[in-house]
T-cell receptor, first 112, second 116 residues
Framework: QKEVEQNSGPLSVPEGAIASLNCTYS??????FFWYRQYSGKSPELIMSIYSNGDKEDGRFTAQLNKASQYVSLLIRDSQPSDSATYLC????????????FGQGTRLTINP | DVKVTQSSRYLVKRTGEKVFLECVQD?????MFWYRQDPGLGLRLIYFSYDVKMKEKGDIPEGYSVSREKKERFSLILESASTNQTSMYLCASRGFGRGLNTGELFFGEGSRLTVL
């Protein structure tokens, strides 16, 4: 079992709809969770971080964390074509405090 | 503005050649990382360094070594390149100043290496 798993997609969502991206992780003691966005040909950039159970909202983005189920998700409301990218889930705390472990990424396409 | 600079965007090397990938950050960050990114596999950690002259193996260190002689520079070395090392290599840095819980890595633009 991979340490951090995501559905690789592609996930296709119409413009204006809600895009839902999911991630599961294997290490129950993980404490910190992050979503990175990566445009084609570019490097990843951090868009959301979450540390405690529940929801965290930032503009059109909402991160949801359920530690009991070892599950973290990212919701994008009012999806825009500019949201088309690969979204990487990352988890900190597995086998050491210094590094992040990334999922394989979900490719999201927003259709106008 | 935050800047992580990788010396080469595109490289083509032959099997058996020694390859150096250089990364420089201007943020006085303590932590630096080398990842490789392959389709369907995401980012996998090769090596990281939490201070000058300190290094730790990541998940896939075989076939690679690193050097950190100065705080701002972290080099990835392929002693004898092989075709299965064809990949996108991403350097990243992170400082302690933002707190240990932050996951904000600052990435360079990447170096796409092709080994023939």
């Amino acid at each position: 079992q991979k340490e951090v798993e995501q559905n690789s997609g592609p996930l296709s969502v119409p413009e204006g709809a809600i895009a839902s991206l999911n991630c599961t992780y294997s290490d129950r003691v993980s404490q910190s969770f992050f979503w990175y966005r990566q445009y084609s040909g570019k490097s990843p950039e951090l868009i959301m971080s979450i540390y405690s159970n529940g929801d965290k909202e930032d503009g059109r983005f909402t991160a949801q964390l359920n530690k009991a189920s070892q599950y973290v998700s990212l919701l994008i409301r009012d999806s825009q074509p500019s949201d088309s990218a690969t979204y990487l889930c990352a988890v900190k705390g597995i086998q050491g405090a210094q590094k992040l472990v990334f999922g394989q990424g979900t490719r999201l396409t927003i259709n106008p | 503005d935050v800047k992580v600079t990788q010396s080469s965007r595109y490289l083509v090397k032959r099997t058996g050649e020694k390859v150096f990938l250089e990364c420089v950050q201007d943020m006085d960050h303590e932590n630096m990382f080398w990842y490789r990114q392959d389709p369907g596999l995401g980012l996998r950690l090769i090596y990281f360094s939490y201070d000058v002259k300190m290094k730790e193996k990541g998940d896939i260190p075989e076939g690679y070594s690193v050097s950190r002689e100065k705080k701002e520079r972290f080099s990835l070395i392929l002693e004898s390149a092989s075709t299965n090392q064809t990949s996108m290599y991403l350097c990243a840095s992170r400082g302690f100043g933002r707190g240990l819980n932050t996951g904000e890595l600052f990435f360079g633009e990447g170096s796409r290496l092709t080994v023939l």
